[in-house]
T-cell receptor
Framework: DVKVTQSSRYLVKRTGEKVFLECVQDMDHENMFWYRQDPGLGLRLIYFSYDVKMKEKGDIPEGYSVSREKKERFSLILESASTNQTSMYLC?????????????????FGAGSRLTVL | LAKTTQPISMDSYEGQEVNITCSHNNIATNDYITWYQQFPSQGPRFIIQGYKTKVTNEVASLFIPADRKSSTLSLPRVSLSDTAVYYCLPWGGYNKLIFGAGTRLAVHP
């Protein structure tokens, strides 16, 4: 089974701290994504990456940056955490491909990282 | 990007069949339609994927008409554990993937 592992299930940080959220997938997927999920707002895309060292902005990239130095790892960075970044953060990966029922373009999510910024 | 429209919520009872329809009028030729299920405090998980006609797996069926502008997820004989949020996502894998609000299904005893 594809596994997407997020380094921390729960984090508590203080305003202004630099925060790293790590995500690792073990199935050689090309694509990786970071979402945040807040009550009433659904999943919102922060950043995504289609290849090593490549990144694309999602809908809410402000206040975040990402790093993808290796194919299996996609890191989300909060340069200076703020209270409005308190949220559940979800990492996902998928492989690129074509063909019905091939399993391509299906997202596998990690368990999530619940971040609280005080 | 294909924008999706789903009912915000649905209610059902144990043992009933539930059909959730999603409209995606501007679906692209290379988009597959994938449905996900999400429980509280967990990430969404894959249920089923299709391109056209009908697909069935061990948990659900997916019906897609010829024009592909909608799709219907069918859950046979739901149980309390099927209470969750369900998302439909048309996606071809080469642009950003945006989740809609999903459908909150509540299954009652």
């Amino acid at each position: 089974d594809v596994k997407v592992t997020q380094s921390s299930r729960y984090l508590v940080k203080r305003t202004g701290e630099k925060v790293f959220l790590e995500c690792v997938q073990d199935m050689d997927h090309e694509n990786m994504f970071w979402y945040r999920q807040d009550p009433g707002l659904g999943l919102r895309l922060i950043y995504f990456s289609y290849d090593v060292k490549m990144k694309e902005k999602g809908d809410i990239p402000e206040g975040y940056s990402v790093s993808r130095e290796k194919k299996e790892r996609f890191s989300l960075i909060l340069e200076s955490a703020s209270t409005n970044q308190t949220s559940m953060y979800l990492c996902a990966s998928s492989r690129t491909g074509t063909g019905a029922l091939s399993g391509a373009n299906v997202l596998t999510f990690g368990a999530g990282s619940r971040l609280t910024v005080l | 990007l294909a924008k999706t429209t789903q009912p915000i919520s649905m209610d059902s009872y144990e043992g009933q069949e539930v059909n959730i329809t999603c409209s995606h009028n501007n679906i692209a030729t290379n988009d597959y339609i994938t449905w996900y299920q999400q429980f509280p405090s967990q990430g969404p998980r894959f249920i089923i994927q299709g391109y056209k006609t009908k697909v069935t797996n061990e948990v659900a069926s997916l019906f897609i008409p010829a024009d592909r502008k909608s799709s219907t997820l069918s859950l046979p004989r739901v149980s309390l554990s099927d209470t969750a949020v369900y998302y439909c996502l048309p996606w071809g894998g080469y642009n950003k993937l945006i989740f809609g609000a999903g459908t909150r299904l509540a299954v009652h005893p």
